[in-house]
């Protein structure tokens, strides 16, 4: 299914009158008070999220399964999925691909179709947490940190083609997420592990292409249960270094204890010129998949404000790779993403409302008092008009969840591709 430009014209004809008034009341409150308005909606028109191959089926639990009618079955419809997604919301413009989960079978076509869809390729990323059929080793008890040579050895094979496969697409770099540790104290031993994972990502960084870099992300736990081999920021940053320039941190949002301030990791990281990319989604207790924004959205706030003031500040370090990493059982995958999109950039737009020189000011006067309410006069700010008329100015939805209902795109994927189909994926 396609959506035509004349589609969204005909459900965004009976928003206009309201947004006009709402935007312009908005624009006037925030232009009298020094934002650049037309600069905010700039910045979020140009600030695109990846969507990753896996999360446009219905996700999993590791106790089952319960598909979602009109599910992509191949890596084209996952794409077509995306272009939906990116003309509606104007902020999904590329796609992180799970190899070996999709692998194109013929890269030209692939390549043509996203640039049809204005969908750029992100990240790749490795899957060395799952043995594929009849590999000549298991990756059981861990890949690149694996006491066995082999297992090490077809793990380091896997992300080397993991590379080839994104360099014919035009990624430029590669996210290796491991589920390497222990359930059991005793089990292997952390140095050993450590060393072998360095050594293994050392091989990998090396045969990459000069303008790749390499993501390493971390986890303190899941799916073991009590040590991880890279645990946290600290031992993500060590690897990262020690394999050379182009290698960074990656942060996941769901990958940290209850309560981590996640926001000084990110502050932290960019000052070191040292993150490389970021996986939105959210939680409760631990790495849940919830969509974006629905459990912590202040958490979410202050986290773009370190962003914000990073990209702008923090010249060292790279363009962020942004990336949603969220999949779960229950809701429409598509609507799902639309509303962690619209979560995203109401975070980003807000962020943008800060008043960094006032709070600067009320820092350096240690006004804890004025520095709270700085932060929270944006934050309570209602910023929707703005990601409406950023929208609305790229071609796409005012409100791009009720244009996605009005406009009947799940049944439609029912039509076309029919209840039964399965998305590759967790
Ligand atoms: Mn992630």
Redesign the pocket.
């Known amino acids: 299914m396609k959506i035509q430009s004349d589609h969204i014209e005909k459900v965004n004809q009976p928003l206009l009158k309201q947004h006009q008034e709402d935007f312009s009341y908005l624009n006037n409150r925030l232009t009298s008070a020094g934002v650049q308005v037309d600069h905010v909606i700039d910045k979020l028109a140009q600030f695109q999220v990846a969507i990753p191959s896996w999360a446009l089926g219905a996700g999993g639990t590791r106790f089952g399964r319960f598909s979602f009618k009109g599910e992509p079955a191949t890596l084209e419809q996952k794409l077509d999925d995306i272009g939906l997604l990116h003309h509606l919301t104007q902020t999904a413009g590329a796609v992180s691909l799970h190899i070996p989960w999709d692998i194109p079978t013929d890269y030209k076509a692939i390549k043509e179709q996203a640039a049809a869809l204005d969908i750029k390729f992100d990240a790749v990323n490795s899957n060395t947490f799952q043995d594929q059929k009849d590999q000549s080793a298991s990756y059981k008890h861990g890949s690149l940190s694996n006491s066995s040579a082999d297992a090490r050895q077809l793990a380091i094979e896997h992300n080397k083609e993991v590379v080839k496969i994104g360099d014919q697409l035009g990624s430029k770099s590669l996210?290796v997420?491991l589920a390497d540790g222990s359930s059991f104290p005793g089990q292997i031993n952390f140095q050993d592990a450590f060393t072998h994972t360095q050594n293994s990502l050392k091989e990998i960084y090396n045969s990459m292409p000069a303008d790749w870099s390499m993501f390493v992300?971390y986890?303190p736990y899941e799916p073991n249960f009590y040590s991880t081999v890279i645990q946290d920021w600290g031992t993500s940053l060590m690897l990262a270094q020690g394999c050379g320039d182009r290698a960074y941190t990656?942060v996941?949002l769901?990958?940290h204890l209850p309560n981590t301030n996640i926001e000084q990791i990110v502050s932290t990281l960019m000052l070191q010129g040292k993150l490389g990319g970021f996986?939105f989604?959210d939680s409760k207790y631990g790495d849940d998949d919830l969509t974006v924004g629905s459990i912590k959205p202040y958490a979410l706030f202050l986290i773009f404000n370190e962003l914000v003031q990073g990209m702008e500040r923090n010249t060292n370090n790279p363009a962020l790779s942004w990336?949603i990493?969220a999949s779960h059982n229950v809701k429409d995958p598509l609507e799902d993403l639309i509303q962690s999109l619209e979560a995203i950039q109401t975070a980003y737009a807000k962020a943008q409302l800060i008043d960094h020189q006032q709070l600067r000011k009320a820092q350096n006067n240690h006004d804890v008092v004025q520095c709270q309410e700085i932060l929270q006069h944006a934050y309570l700010t209602d910023v929707r008009p703005l990601l409406k008329e950023a929208r609305k100015r790229g071609g796409g939805a005012i409100d791009p969840l009720m244009a996605y209902r009005g406009l009947k795109v799940r049944e439609q994927l029912i039509k076309e591709r029919g209840s039964n189909t399965v998305a590759t994926g967790l």
Do not use: A, S
């Open positions: 996210t997420w992300e986890k990656l996941d769901g990958h996986h989604n990336m990493d």
